[in-house]
Structures are given as C-alpha cells and as structure tokens.
C-alpha cells in the first residue's frame, strides 16, 4: 500500500519558517519525481516545487523562488520543502505527490495545513 504523510505544517508569523516533510512508503521512492503542491481556499492547486527523482534537481514556482527550498533523503524515502519569508499569501493546505519516473499512476499526500498570519 502505498503512503504519502505530510506534516510540518502549523500556524507562523509573517517572515517566518517552516518545514514541511513527506515520508513516502510501499513504493521504490527512487524512482518517483517528488512534487509539492499547495490549494488554498477558493482556488485551484498549484504546484510550488518538484525535485528530480536520482540528481535532486529542482524547480519551482515563481511566487516561491528564493524563499522555498525542496529536497529529498533516497535513505529515508523522505522528501522536504523548507519555507522561509513566509508570506500571507502562502496560506494554504501543502500536498506532496510522487510521479512515476517511467510509467504508473502518480499518489498524493493528505496535505498539511500552513496558515501564516499575525
């Protein structure tokens, strides 16, 4: 069975940091590309930031670029976003998503809320 757990997320302050991680089981995750996504309310899902599935390389939204950090542990089947200067709008529910590098069907996390407000 394959699991996708979010978590990290919580209430901060504007200007502040967080982490979020997603630990990822019942797949070989060294063959997954990693994704976070975020939806707040009202709007559609974005995605924020994906990370190669073997080299690490990242891209990510241009809302996010210079703040927002992705990266993964293959070791831990783990992959993170550090999020600093967070802004009010930021504020939304951060899902992770696992793509199949060669073929299969894409998973998703449960997301985990972040709110930032003061």
């Known amino acids: 069975q394959v699991q996708l757990v979010e978590s990290g997320g919580g209430l901060v302050q504007p200007g502040g940091s967080l982490k979020l991680s997603c630990v990822v089981s019942?797949?070989?995750?060294?063959?997954?590309?990693m994704s976070w996504y975020r939806q707040a309310p009202g709007k559609e899902r974005e995605l924020v930031a994906a990370?190669?599935?073997?080299?690490?390389?990242?891209n990510y939204a241009d809302s996010v670029k210079g703040r927002f950090t992705a990266f993964r542990d293959n070791a831990k089947n783990t992959v993170y976003l550090q999020m600093n200067s967070l802004k009010p709008e930021d504020t939304a529910v951060y899902y992770c998503?696992?793509?199949?590098?060669?073929?299969?069907?894409?998973?998703w996390g449960q997301g985990t809320q972040v709110t930032v407000s003061s």
């Open positions: 019942g797949l070989n995750f060294r063959a997954y590309a």
């Open positions: 990370i190669t599935s073997l080299s690490g390389m990242t």
């Open positions: 998503k696992a793509v199949a590098v060669v073929s299969g069907p894409d998973y």
